[in-house]
């Protein structure tokens, strides 16, 4: 009895601290750091004479839907055009993105007829780079005007390897549980992002916007599923930050519907437990204590323990009230009950296309936490290849 005992608070304390329980801490400590040392300062924005040559790398398969919108958003950007170089990695394309992009004579057109997947498609860039920085962006996200400046500006610190910019996902209509879902989770995110690089370093990057000093990458292994996770991580790993900044943003529409949604999911989950097997080191608290507390915290309790924690809790929890009833016990298996009957009330309201917003919410969680399980079997069957199934955006 008192196994289990422990055993409910042990893995009640794991699933508070990481979904809630670390964003009150890093917010405390981050409190105190202002008060002590005062609030970050912003480096001056870098002149023209003084910006970097830069490259905006978008690898892209079969994206001919969208070439002509993210060209728009592209030529849009504010930078110096003798040091702005375009470059689309047309991995084993078949359809007519290539075709459309000779219409831009600014666009460096990087084509390999095989699809070998997303970081092996990085890796062709990379080779092709003739400029200081790059940055990464997808076919299907649009870019702020000044998300460039705002990048070289960050660049000034010269303890920073890596900029990651902030992703915004919006639902193209209202009632769309799957965008306005992963919307939630992304301005959370973005708040945890900005903590976290204001402590010290964000932990990791979304491929969506991101951009790196060429001189530090690393190699990523072909069959990586989180390329852009693993490579902004190197950076960190090599003792380098990843500057976070919302002043520079990715805008995109949400997955058209759950399933869509679960796609990424699970391929999110799969490629963070591979990270967490390649980026072992970085568990070593005795090599960087700082960035080793932020990554457990952070990604490494999320992707692996917890949603494993959330089913011994609910199991744990019903066996201590079938075997000894205490009042404290049933309430706490009386409020999950009541938290797992709303997530499935959440997902027939989404089904039938109904508002539901706290219900939502709930139904969003506990799909998150499902996808990790779903990630470990998509892990065995797609962990040797880097190649997915796109996810189709609302």
Not at 195 to 210: K, N, R, V
Not at 225 to 248: C, K, N, Q
């Given at each position: 009895m008192l196994t289990l005992k422990i055993l409910f608070w042990a893995m009640l304390l794991i699933v508070f601290y990481t979904y809630i329980g670390y964003g009150i801490l890093l917010y405390i400590i981050i409190r105190l750091k202002r008060l002590f040392r005062g609030t970050p300062l912003k480096a001056a924005m870098p002149s023209d004479e003084e910006l970097p040559t830069m490259t905006l790398m978008i690898c892209a398969y079969n994206e001919e839907d969208v070439v002509e919108e993210k060209m728009k958003n592209t030529l849009e950007i504010d930078y110096p055009k003798d040091k702005f170089r375009i470059m689309?990695?047309?991995?084993?394309?078949?359809d007519r993105t290539n075709e459309l992009l000779k219409a831009y004579p600014e666009v460096d057109i990087v084509f390999s007829p095989e699809r070998r997947g997303k970081t092996a498609a990085l890796k062709h860039g990379l080779r092709?780079?003739?400029?200081?920085?790059?940055?990464?962006?997808?076919?299907?996200?649009?870019?702020?005007?000044?998300?460039?400046?705002?990048?070289?500006?960050?660049?000034?610190?010269?303890?920073?390897?890596?900029?990651?910019?902030e992703k915004r996902v919006t639902a193209r209509k209202a009632g769309e549980a799957a965008a306005e879902g992963e919307g939630l989770y992304w301005r959370y995110e973005s708040t945890l992002k900005r903590?976290?690089?204001?402590?010290?370093?964000?932990?990791?990057?979304?491929?969506?916007?991101?951009a790196i000093d060429p001189t530090l990458i690393r190699e990523v292994p072909d069959e990586?599923?989180?390329?852009?996770?693993?490579?902004?991580?190197?950076?960190?790993?090599?003792?380098?930050?990843?500057?976070?900044?919302?002043?520079?943003?990715?805008?995109?529409y949400g997955s058209a519907n759950i399933f869509e949604e679960s796609k990424r999911k699970r391929r999110i989950a799969a490629g963070g437990l591979q990270s967490i097997w390649w980026l072992r080191r970085m568990l070593n608290p005795r090599r960087q204590p700082l960035v080793t507390f932020q990554y457990v915290s952070h990604r490494v309790l999320r992707w692996s323990v917890t949603p494993v924690a959330l089913v011994i809790l609910l199991l744990v929890n019903i066996a201590l009230v079938a075997m000894e009833p205490c009042t404290f016990y049933t309430i706490a298996l009386c409020l999950q009950f009541i938290f797992y009957t709303t997530s499935i009330i959440g997902w027939i309201l989404d089904y039938y296309g109904k508002e539901n917003k706290l219900p939502r919410i709930?139904?969003?969680f506990v799909f998150m936490n499902i996808n990790v399980f779903r990630g470990m079997a998509y892990l065995r069957t797609h962990g040797k290849s880097g190649t997915w199934e796109k996810a189709k955006r609302s």
């Open positions: 689309w990695v047309t991995d084993g394309s078949n092709e780079l003739q400029t200081r920085y790059v940055t990464f962006t997808d076919a299907n996200t649009m870019i702020n005007s000044g998300a460039l400046r705002e990048i070289a500006r960050q660049f000034k610190d010269p303890t920073v390897g890596c900029v990651a910019g903590w976290d690089s204001e402590l010290y370093s964000a932990m990791g990057a979304a491929g969506e916007l991101y990586a599923l989180l390329d852009d996770f693993m490579m902004s991580m190197y950076v960190v790993d090599e003792g380098h930050r990843i500057a976070y900044t919302p002043d520079a943003y990715a805008q995109e709930i139904y969003y």
